[in-house]
């Protein structure tokens, strides 16, 4: 596979979470202290507006009805529901009497619910860790699952090292990153939105590099099947083929690509948002991505 890359919009604050929005503009969240912002680039990539400030959000995916849903990870730890006209709810906080850590990342599944990632971590003892470079730092990632209509919410997983990116598969299957293994996890679902066990899928991490803190962050999955998985710390998107295999690791411009999606049908284009860069970043893959699944 030959890629081509060009930079889309530049001079972001720690960018994630691009959502493509239905005229053609793009949906990214930045994260860095003096931005915060839930944002929106035009078409063309040449312009920005700051839809709303909320404190460091995170993953974003966008409903049938054009709001956006935000995991936010400090203010307070929480998700959010976001309208295009700026408003803005806090829609849950916790599961089960137990206070979220740190949403992460967000996607609709097949049944119309959203699942959502908790990495399992204060962000700040987390950050305090890696400046510190200890590994000692107590960590439980969760998997959550989210009735968007009644606000239910149920864990369905627990002990995963980092959990960040989701998205389900062409086979139907939940696939999530650990960043703290390096490894992507794969979960068959169940139609009563239940999972079987969690297995090992991918190994996302070139371990003959030098080591630091590196592994997987947001994914999509193109139309073959195929995930396309930002790897933070080791600067590319790493692709895997449907048995789990490293098919390519393109380079992108920086060291911290946080999350992935695919861009307007028949385009053949993936968008990357990276970290220390502050860019979102067209790549021409030649496949389009697979459909996103819809909320209920």
């Known amino acids: 596979m030959i890629t081509t890359r060009a930079i889309f919009h530049d001079g972001l604050g720690e960018p994630e979470g691009p959502v493509l929005l239905s005229d053609g503009s793009w949906g990214v969240v930045e994260m860095s202290p003096e931005t915060g912002h839930v944002s ?4 063309d990539g040449l312009s920005k507006r700051v839809l709303i400030k909320t404190g460091r959000p995170n ?3 966008q409903d049938r009805a054009g709001n956006l849903w935000v995991a936010e990870s400090m203010n307070p730890p929480s998700l ?3 309208g295009l006209d700026g408003s803005s709810q806090i829609v849950l906080t916790q599961c089960g009497g137990v206070d979220f850590l740190f949403p992460n990342d967000l996607a609709f599944g097949p049944d119309g619910a959203m699942y959502m990632t908790d990495s399992g971590v204060h ?5 305090q860790a890696l400046k510190e470079s200890r ?14 209509v009644s606000e239910s919410i149920t864990v369905l997983d627990t002990g995963l090292p980092f959990a960040n990116g989701l998205a389900f598969g062409a086979d139907g299957d939940l ?12 979960y068959e679902w169940n139609s009563d939105g239940t999972l079987d066990s969690r297995g090992k899928f991918a190994d996302l991490v070139d371990r003959t590099q030098p080591s630091g803190f590196k592994g997987g962050d947001g994914l999509a999955v193109g139309e073959n099947g195929y995930l396309y998985c930002a790897v933070v710390g080791q600067g590319d998107v790493t692709v895997v083929d449907t048995t789990g295999n490293i098919v390519e690791r393109f380079p ?4 911290q690509p946080t999350n992935v999606a695919f861009g ?6 993936i968008y990357v948002t990276i970290k220390d860069a502050g860019t979102l970043e067209r790549h021409h893959v030649g496949v389009d991505g697979l459909p996103l699944l819809e909320s209920k």
């Open 40 to 43: 929106v680039i035009s078409a």
């Open 59 to 61: 993953g974003m995916v």
């Open 80 to 82: 959010l529901k976001i």
């Open 264 to 269: 307007p049908r028949g385009s053949g284009d």
């Open 135 to 148: 590994t000692d730092y107590p960590i439980d990632g969760k998997l959550f699952r989210i009735d968007v």
């Open 175 to 186: 696939y999530i990153t650990a960043t703290v293994s390096g490894f992507v996890y794969r």
């Open 123 to 127: 962000r700040p003892a987390f950050v």
């Open 252 to 255: 992108v411009g920086g060291k």
